[in-house]
């Protein structure tokens, strides 16, 4: 299985790829480490977002596309164009799309806790949360 962790913020959508094969993680390359809105205001550019989005996910044959949930209200909500690109993400017709929690991550990381450290994946520090939630999805299927 081959799964796309998504962290969104602002008006970029950081990605990580991971695959599960017979017990066995693989973390492919990919020939992007984020995705960013450039307008937020143009249906034109959010267009052009989704279907740049889709193409990453259709060339690299990802099955699932996680995001890490973020709260709707308080002090760490997640910001109008950020729930705008997510919802971009999951009315992709050829993707499936889990949501991550928080509650959820916490558990499945206490119950499955990570093979290896973050620092030797070879993926950037800003992934990390992207990785973890590629991570979790693979590990709660």
């Given at each position: 299985?081959?799964?796309?962790?998504?962290?969104?913020?602002?008006?970029?959508?950081?990605?990580s790829l991971l695959s599960l094969d017979d017990g066995l993680f693989?973390?492919?390359?990919?020939?992007?480490?984020?995705?960013?809105?450039?307008?937020?205001?143009?249906?034109?550019?959010?267009?052009?977002?989704?279907?740049?989005?889709?193409?990453?996910?259709?060339?690299?044959?990802?099955?699932?596309?996680?995001?890490?949930?973020?709260?709707?209200?308080?002090?760490?909500?997640?910001?109008?164009?950020?729930?705008?690109?997510?919802?971009?993400?999951?009315?992709?017709?050829?993707?499936?799309?889990?949501?991550?929690?928080?509650?959820?991550?916490?558990?499945?990381?206490?119950?499955?806790?990570?093979?290896?450290?973050?620092?030797?994946?070879?993926?950037?520090?800003?992934?990390?949360?992207?990785?973890?939630?590629?991570?979790?999805?693979?590990?709660?299927?």
């Amino acid at each position: 299985m081959k799964v796309c962790g998504v962290e969104i913020k602002s008006n970029e959508v950081i990605v990580s790829l991971l695959s599960l094969d017979d017990g066995l993680f693989l973390i492919p390359d990919c020939r992007a480490r984020r995705l960013t809105l450039t307008n937020i205001n143009s249906t034109q550019d959010l267009r052009e977002f989704q279907f740049a989005f889709a193409k990453l996910m259709s060339d690299y044959q990802v099955e699932v596309v996680a995001i890490k949930q973020r709260p709707m209200k308080g002090k760490f909500a997640g910001g109008a164009v950020g729930f705008k690109l997510e919802a971009a993400i999951e009315l992709i017709s050829e993707l499936k799309v889990v949501l991550i929690s928080a509650t959820q991550s916490k558990q499945v990381l206490k119950d499955n806790p990570m093979p290896v450290d973050f620092s030797t994946t070879g993926l950037k520090a800003f992934q990390e949360i992207a990785f973890t939630t590629a991570y979790v999805a693979c590990m709660a299927e």
